[in-house]
Every structure is written in structure tokens, then in C-alpha cells.
């Protein structure tokens, strides 16, 4: 038997391996779901967005988008639906970047705002 026909790198393994780790750990930190502002009265459209902005600011501030923004398959009504998972920031980015209209988002905006403006 020739074993030189699969080459072992140990290093490109381990970058796998590393790799993983980073995303499984990074995940295990995202306790809120996108689809979750579904129930607070958003429309789907409304969360895509929100979301997408969301993602946007965090890529130009320089915060890697993947620590806070991972995406994934949720079960929602009985149907396999594509979602996301998100860190506090990224929900909180979420809600800050999705339309004033929505009387939580005004509130939450606001609410950010005078805690910044009153330290």
C-alpha cells in the first residue's frame, strides 16, 4: 500500500480544526434569532433589511461581520426558513438600523441615544 497517496498536512487540519472551533464558539455566543422581531410586529421585509444594514455597518466600522451576524436554517410555522443568529450587538445594531416607523425602534433609538448623550 502506497500512503503517500493522501498526504497529511497537519497544518491545513489544524487551521480546519481552529477554524471551527472559532465559528462553534462564536455562535454559542448569538442568543437571538432575527426572525424574533417577526413576533415584535415586523414584517419579513423589515427584518431583511434591518439586517442587511445591520451587517453593513458593523463590515465599515471594521468589526468582522461573523462574530455577530452567522446565518442559519430556523424552523418557524412549520416551514424550514432561512435566519439568522445574532450577538447582542448585532441585534442591537438590528434594531438601531431598522425603520423609525416602528414605534420599538423609535423607542430604542431614542433610549441609545440619551444613554450616550448622558455619560
Not at 497529511?8 to 481552529?18: G, H, I, P, T, W
Not at 412549520?78 to 423607542?107: F, I, M, Q
Request: proline share 5%; hydrophobic share 40%; charged share 25%.
Amino acid at each position: 500500500m502506497n500512503r503517500s497517496l493522501i498526504p497529511f498536512r497537519l497544518e491545513e487540519e489544524m487551521a480546519d480544526v481552529l477554524q471551527a472551533f472559532e465559528d462553534l464558539w462564536y455562535s454559542a455566543h448569538m442568543p437571538h434569532l432575527a426572525s424574533d422581531l417577526l413576533d415584535r410586529g415586523f414584517t419579513p421585509s423589515e427584518v431583511v433589511e434591518a439586517v442587511r444594514r445591520a451587517m453593513t455597518a458593523c463590515e465599515q466600522s471594521g468589526e468582522p461581520v461573523q462574530r455577530h451576524f452567522r446565518l442559519v436554517y430556523t424552523s418557524r410555522a412549520g416551514s424550514l426558513v432561512r435566519d439568522c443568529k445574532l450577538t447582542r450587538l448585532g441585534y442591537a445594531l438590528t434594531l438601531l438600523n431598522a425603520s423609525p416607523r416602528h414605534p420599538e425602534v423609535a423607542r430604542w433609538q431614542l433610549r441609545v441615544l440619551r444613554h450616550y448623550l448622558e455619560r
